[in-house]
């Protein structure tokens, strides 16, 4: 956004075109009545000759001033009013100047406007140049900008099908091992528990049919992640295997009853066309640093807890030992 913001700005940095031509023509138009006036006074001997050269000379030079400044403040079609006042210019310094005065001296005044004239093309030309390269490149960041847009929402996309379940939107096992990476590269050392669930009797479940079992899983892991909130790490590790982190120092009583508050809501009977299934979860607890070192062993022995405690007594919590 920060590109496009400055690409716009640099388009409209430019001043009002109409009210630049109105001033410039005003005052183009001001040193020409200056010019006319000198011309009249010494006609009419109230200045002498000698005076003309002087006065005339810096009116000349705002002139130049005036019609240069059209090219650069209106870079496109200042131009074009730059042209008309030349014009203008050599033309009433050859009639009033030169003709009416009977005065074939100002004749070289007009090499003034002519000259100005020349100017005032290499400027336009070089800056259009310029500005054709300032929007080239405009466009160029805009592009790129776009490009940085695509390649971030790509690289987004590419991060949650590398790292998240495509059903359930949780973290997938290799995200979870990286996620305790995390914890275990804190320089505190900061303690957590990593707890398994099994939900129960899932094969039962996938017979009744794909879509009651993917209903399931859906809705078990929404009422998870809603649990931990969004600060929560909550992965699926598994068919019907789900994980969770408890940051904290926590004995195996408070374990326990975070558990039973947490099996309580995701455990809530799941509506299936029209009848509500009861599920029931199965937890195995590991905890660092006292069960593990490295998010392999803790993952692994969290698996093997939550598999014994299975095994032996299903709906049951099991801490490893």
């Known amino acids: 956004m920060k590109g496009i913001y400055i690409m716009r700005k640099s388009k409209n940095s430019y001043l009002n075109p109409t009210l630049v031509r109105i001033v410039g023509i005003l005052l183009f138009i001001s040193t020409l009545v200056v010019q006319g006036k000198v011309t009249k ?26 019609s240069v400044a059209m090219v650069v403040m209106i870079p496109k079609k200042g131009i074009y009013t730059s042209i008309v006042m030349c014009i203008v210019n050599s033309l009433y310094i050859l009639f009033f100047g030169v003709i009416l005065s009977h005065n074939p001296g100002a004749a070289p005044g007009v090499l003034s406007p002519l000259i100005t004239l020349i100017v005032c093309t290499l400027i336009h030309y070089y800056s259009m140049k310029l500005f054709k ?56 050392k900061t303690p957590f528990t990593v707890v398994y669930l099994e939900i129960n009797d899932f094969d039962s479940i996938v017979k009744s049919g794909k879509e009651n079992a993917d209903m399931i ?21 598994g068919t019907s295997r789900f994980a969770l982190i408890i940051t904290g120092q926590r004995n195996r009583e408070s374990v326990t009853s975070y558990i039973s508050d947490l099996t309580a809501e995701v455990c809530e009977p799941i509506s299936l066309g029209g009848s509500l299934k009861e599920i029931t979860v199965t937890s195995g607890v590991t905890h660092f640093p006292r069960d593990g070192k490295t998010a392999e062993e803790l993952m692994a022995n969290a698996d093997n807890a939550v598999q014994y405690a299975v095994e032996k007594n299903s709906g049951s919590v099991y801490f490893f030992s």
């Open 41 to 66: 006074m010494i006609a009419d001997g109230m200045l002498p000759q000698q005076a003309s050269g002087g006065i005339n000379g810096i009116v000349s030079q705002i002139q130049v001033l005036i």
């Open 133 to 188: 390269a300032q929007e080239k490149l405009e466009k160029q960041n805009e592009d790129l900008i776009e490009t940085n847009d695509v390649i971030s929402k790509e690289g987004e996309r590419l991060s949650r099908i590398v790292y998240n379940d495509n059903l359930t939107g949780l973290y997938n096992k290799d995200m979870l091992a990286v996620k305790i990476g995390e914890l275990l590269n804190n320089e505190d």
């Open 217 to 237: 899983l859906s809705t078990f892991a929404y009422r998870l992640h809603n649990f931990c909130g969004n600060s929560g790490i909550t992965a699926r590790v």
